[in-house]
């Protein structure tokens, strides 16, 4: 039974786009109750996966780019 649930949201019809919007807005916390609804019952959770994976990626390497930047330009001195 577990198994057909997954099956279903996989086979979701939501575009990659749409994902990565919801999954951008969530990393803000910002998200209007009827619209975190609409994207539970659209969105596919492979897709939401990766569009988290791509959003800490590019979290990372900002935060990583920016202490290099106060370390080289001396601002932590």
């Known amino acids: 039974m577990k198994n057909e649930g997954l099956k279903n949201a996989v086979q979701r019809k939501g575009s990659f786009g749409q994902t990565l919007r919801a999954v951008g807005w969530s990393f803000f916390g910002v998200r209007k109750s009827a619209e975190h609804e609409k ?3 659209q969105l596919n959770p492979v897709h939401v ?13 900002s935060l ?9 330009s001396g601002v932590a001195a």
Do not use: M, N, Q, T
């Open 64 to 72: 990583v780019l920016l202490v290099r930047w106060v370390l080289v």
């Open 39 to 41: 994207d539970v019952a």
């Open 49 to 61: 996966v990766i569009a988290a994976l791509i959003g800490v990626g590019i979290f990372i390497a």
